[in-house]
Every structure is written in structure tokens, then in C-alpha cells.
Nanobody
Framework: QVQLVESGGGSVQAGGSLRLSCGYT?????MGWFRQAPGKEREGVAY???????VYADSVKGRFTISQDNAKKTLYLQMSSLKPEDTAMYYC??????????????????WGQGTQVSVSS
């Protein structure tokens, strides 16, 4: 089981930026960020494979960047041009699948505790 710990959430005004970090105990082929707003289902934000392949949800393309530092065992999510609709609890996750990566919560078996991001207009 991979242990994941997120940090970096906070409150910002629309148009601002935040960088989320996720420390992990061991790297999995597919790791990603998800978010869940109150009353809504958890949705995929972005994933990155060990080869550096990245995929983003349409809602964050061009604004968010996922990256990794394997030496530090840390996953990042740089968020820019934030909008009020980005307000949610953000979760780091790792998939046990060693050959496929999809932005589907059901594929991910290890989750962090989450970090809150609040964007005001």
C-alpha cells in the first residue's frame, strides 16, 4: 500500500495560483490528482506516468500542470488562473495498474487525506 500525504492547499482569489504537493512512500506507474466538491462526485484532474506522460481533464487544461520529482518522492500540481469552480478537496492517488493509466477514480487504490483549495470570486 502506498502512503500519500498532500499539502499546499489554501484560499486564494480568482486568477491566483497554488501549488499542491504529494509525498509518497513508493512510486507507482500511474499517479494522479483528483478533486471533490461538496455534493459532487470525485473527478479526475490529471495523471502522470513514470515515463512522464500526462493527461488532464478538459476543465483544467492550460491552467494546471502535474509534475514529479522522483528523487524527492513528491508529486506536484501547479494550479494557475484559478476559478471559483476549482474549489474542492484535492486528493493525490496512486494506481496499482502497472500498464495502464486512466483518469478514473475506480482505477486508483491508494489515496491521501486531501487538501482543501478554496477560490473566491
Amino acid at each position: 500500500q502506498v502512503q500519500l500525504v498532500e499539502s499546499g492547499g489554501g484560499s486564494v482569489q480568482a486568477g491566483g495560483s497554488l501549488r499542491l504537493s504529494c509525498g509518497y512512500t513508493s512510486r507507482r506507474y500511474c499517479m494522479g490528482w483528483f478533486r471533490q466538491a461538496p455534493g459532487k462526485e470525485r473527478e479526475g484532474v490529471a495523471y502522470i506516468t513514470t515515463y512522464g506522460t500526462t493527461v488532464y481533464a478538459d476543465s483544467v487544461k492550460g491552467r494546471f500542470t502535474i509534475s514529479q520529482d522522483n528523487a524527492k518522492k513528491t508529486l506536484y500540481l501547479q494550479m494557475s488562473s484559478l476559478k471559483p469552480e476549482d474549489t474542492a478537496m484535492y486528493y493525490c492517488a496512486a494506481s496499482m495498474d502497472t500498464s495502464r493509466c486512466r483518469l478514473l477514480a475506480a482505477d486508483f487504490s491508494s489515496w491521501g487525506q486531501g487538501t482543501q483549495v478554496s477560490v473566491s470570486s
